[in-house]
């Protein structure tokens, strides 16, 4: 059996294949010019992008384009890069570029790139394209589906294909009335497929430009600035010496990793390669260590902040900020990466599994977490005894004193700890104070101390120059970081199938890359604090991480004293200086043709006059692209006039070093993005269908016919279907897929049985079973991937790791039916802690009763009463719903009595009947509306955009505004309110915890007391 999953584990090299057949791109041209304008070519768009999201062009004026003609570059470097790096099929050569695939990708980037070369002329005929028009579009369309199957495989082209047809198609007399619509003319299609923003180029593509590609950038370049190496090692350091450790740190590594790398497989591959081996050495099978790294992998799409490129996507689609969208994800996401952690704890304990070594002297688990709370009450109290004093003086409002507070904790913390250090023995001390709960709270006091301190400094000096002594402070911090991880060894990669595996030191290991998290702290500050736009946090977080990438390695060099002092760096700024003049003295050449060839464009065009557009347009393609050409053939310019000085060797290695890495982070990012933005554009042929054609409806009536009006078995369907939908899909494109078909299905169906949720949920739910497809055999990608790393059999790894995901399939049903588990409308900080808190202790049991395991292995009925204790606990209504209904019932005539009850901006749930203007169907819906403030119920209303008559026992919506708030609810003419329903006085719904947790503890006590007796102790009474 070993000898099998070895032969199916493939080689290191391999697996760098199956990343980049599938993220990056196979083909390696033996070819130096064709291998440079690859590269140059990545870089090129990477470039571009961060000037697009900076705010230099506004500044400079220089180079200012819009969204329209930023989405056409964008994917016409995607399309270009697509065909050039991605063989057509797996025999085709790799080593070279064939020439029908030049013709594709010249022909692919012009048609991509149409809209920004001719954005004037099509600005004067919206909706009348003329002939080339339709060529470049249906030219456009083909080539965008082939692009699709290059890069993403057969599974989105062909969905794709599907809609196409059903565009063209969707009249024909074969197809079942119930999906049947009108059709539509090439004309039609074309301008909505191709040159409106409503197809290819619209939301999804848009989103792809201004933030999807500087997140993945800025993947890349902490990716390859060290951080990921540093996010394994870190994870092994703090979890490899447990029970099933290495099964652990895989979950923690990949989490960490799932802020830098937004592809499933390329995660299980990354994280996997190190982490499989020592899985099945500590005793996992080769499927359960796969399953447990496809798991974690997997969830690193629904982590924030990126959430594979969905968080952004969400933002547009359910039209609220990104803080929000964040707020909503971060709980379901954490639980689940908890319960995974669990999971794994459980395999171990059920295997009876034994720990890799640790260095040192371990400390006992019961110690760790005795040490871990006195740590934490200790500084709680500090922080809450004189952070309550400032408040009682009312002093804690002011940011001068908020920082004094602060300030004041810290010494104190500082104070008692060195007390205990110099008064307790070593062991004593050990026990009693935890260095990852000093930690912990440290970083929660500095984040208090920055948030206080930007507010003191904006307060004295403004907010631009608060921001640069900001900025300032910022590379103050990181300079003496460097210095600080500088007295210890840099980091090395363990070989996991060596004999012996020694686990890193904690203390060393987390000292040695700090630094790594001063960009994920800008990005986060920018995002939640300065609340920024995404794409201008990711800029800055960028800016920073290019800073890094430029000065870690000569800072390093430096401090570690490969370089004689101060004097050899400012030797070395020097020398730096100098090759840049030589660099360019050497190249002048190179240059004066470059610009020759641009300022000969820029006459001919002003000599044009009346040129046609097509003739000036080409013009300007001939110059960009002969230009470009000439850099690439730079080096046949090239006249090594002026020598280049290299006196401080250290320093300008490491400095050449620095410059290598960034501009193959540059390139990384973009080829990891081709595959993104192919998707997000395919993905606009699916959103343009649905909204040509009017699917969307037609599936909501699919799925009511089959669900028959139930609500759980409308959800099931809506599951499955999102799963099925999200087969093979990139994570970004499965979103806008299922989103764009299954969102609104959720919606109708859901208002019609009365279950009214907020969007994001509905949103969420579809999300998490979309990216399930990733797991899910027979298609299962990161499934496959991981069964390559560890050489077990894939379908049993898919299915294995299915079975440990299925937190992940219990949770989207949960937040439907309890929104607060995504943190909505929690009212203060206790109803925060118990919705944590409960959610935590659910989540853990319900993956017990899973696994079958708990104290000891669980019988049947312990099981059950444990999934029982896991639903009430998540879902606390349920029962006490049955006792006391929730809600009261009222006739709709009292609607404006109603209303006089209901303070502004709270909601008010109505349950309306009526009949369909067009259709004729009828109509039985629940619609909740927020009431603005108004002197009457009447006057409230109006300002919604609606009235209401009373006629007899009826009332009625007399009148709907076009365009209003009333009709966005989907509010109309002669509707009548059926129901007003308004929340009921009944007792908290968390009283039900009480005997669910008595449950819980009577199995806790009954296994517990079978563990004893198995071990031949006598069971306690």
Known sequence: MADQSQDRQLSDADLEDLVASTDTGARQPDSKFVMQLLLWTAFGWSAFQIWYASPLPFI????????????????????????????????????????????????????????????????????????????????GLLLLLEATRRSLGPPLMVVAIVFLLYVFFGNASFLPDVIRYQGASLNRAMDQFWLSDQGVFGIALGVSTRFVFLFVLFGAL??????????????????????????????????????ISGSSIANVVTTGTFTVPLMKRVGFTPEKAGAVEVASSVNGQIMPPVMGAAAFLMVEYVGIPY????????????????????????????????????????????????????????????????????????????????????????????????AFARSLPKDRFKRTVSVGGLVLMNVILGAMAVFYGMSVLTMLFGDFAAAWIGAVILLAIYVALVAYAARYPELEMDDPNAPVVSLPEVGPTVKTGLYYFLPIIVLVWNLMIERLSPGLSAFWAVVFMVIILLTQRPLMALFRGQASGGAGFFAFIGEAVVNLIALIINNIIMLI???????????????????????????????????????????????????????????????????????????????????????????????????LTGIGLVMSAFVEFLSGGSLI????????????????????????????????????????????????????????????????????????????????????????AFFYSLRTVALPFIF????????????GPVSLILTVVSAVIAMLVFAAATQGFFFAKSRIWESLVLLLVAFTLFRPGYWMDMMFPPDQILPGTEIFDVIDTVPPDETLQLRVTGEDFISGDPIDTTVVMTLPEGESAAQRLEQLGATVRIDGDTAIFDNVMFGSEAQNLGLDFDYQIAEIVVPADVPPKELIWIPALILLAGIILLQRGRNRRAAGQPAAA
């Not at 450790?245 to 989490?255: D, I, M, R, Y």
């Not at 298609?779 to 050489?791: H, K, N, R, W, Y």
């Open 60 to 139: 400079t004026g220089l180079l200012v384009i819009n969204d329209a003609q930023a989405r056409s570059l964008h994917l016409g470097f995607a399309m270009f890069l697509a065909f050039l790096a991605y063989p057509a099929l797996k025999r085709s050569p790799r080593n070279r570029v064939p020439w029908v695939d030049w013709v594709l990708a010249l022909v692919g980037t012009f048609c991509a790139t149409y809209r920004f070369w001719f954005i004037d002329e099509l600005s004067t005929r919206p909706g009348l394209p003329i002939v080339l028009d339709i060529v470049v579009s249906a030219a």
């Open 593 to 691: 043709i470059v610009a020759a060839i641009i300022v000969a464009g820029v006459l001919l065009i002003s000599a044009g006059g009346t040129w046609p557009a097509e003739l000036i347009v080409a013009i300007e393609i001939v110059v960009c692209v002969a230009a470009f050409v000439v850099f690439l053939m730079r080096d046949r310019f090239r006249r090594q006039t002026v020598g280049y000085r290299n006196s401080q060797a250290e320093l300008h290695a490491a400095g050449k070093r620095g410059f290598g890495e960034l501009f193959e982070a540059m390139v990384a990012g973009a080829r990891n993005m081709i595959g993104i933005g192919i998707a997000t554009a395919t993905a606009g042929i699916i959103v343009g269908t649905v909204s």
């Open 816 to 827: 439907i039916f309890n929104t607060q588990l995504i943190l909505y409308d929690i009212q």
């Open 222 to 259: 902490l990716d390859r600035a060290g951080a990921g190496n540093y996010f394994i090692k870190l994870a092994f350091a703090m979890l490899g010496h447990l029970r099933g450790g290495p099964a652990k740190a895989a979950v923690v590594a990949s989490g960490m990793t799932g802020l």
């Open 713 to 800: 078995l409308m959800l099931v369907l809506v599951a499955i279907l999102s799963l099925i939908l999200g087969m093979g899909l990139p994570t970004t494109a499965n979103y806008i897929v299922v989103s764009a078909l299954m969102a609104p299905v959720i919606v109708e169906l859901g208002a019609a049985s009365g279950l009214v949720v907020p969007l994001i949920a509905v949103h969420l739910f579809v999300f998490y079973f979309g990216i399930m497809a990733d797991v899910t055999p027979p298609v299962g990608l990161a499934s496959f991937a991981a069964a390559a790393v560890s050489g077990g059999d894939p379908i049993k790894t898919g299915f294995t």
């Open 323 to 418: 803080t929000e969208v964040i707020q909503h994800a971060f709980l379901p996401a954490i639980i689940s990466y908890i319960a995974l952690v669990y999971i794994v704890h459980l395999e171990a304990l059920k295997t009876g599994m034994k720990a890799l070594p640790k260095p040192g002297e371990p400390l006992p688990a019961k110690w760790t977490l005795i040490a871990f709370g006195i740590t934490l009450a200790t500084v709680i109290i500090v922080a809450g005894v004189i952070a309550g004093g400032f408040e009682l003086a009312g002093l804690l409002a002011d940011p001068v004193f908020g920082l004094i507070a602060v300030v004041l904790i810290g010494i104190v913390e500082w104070i008692i700890f060195s």
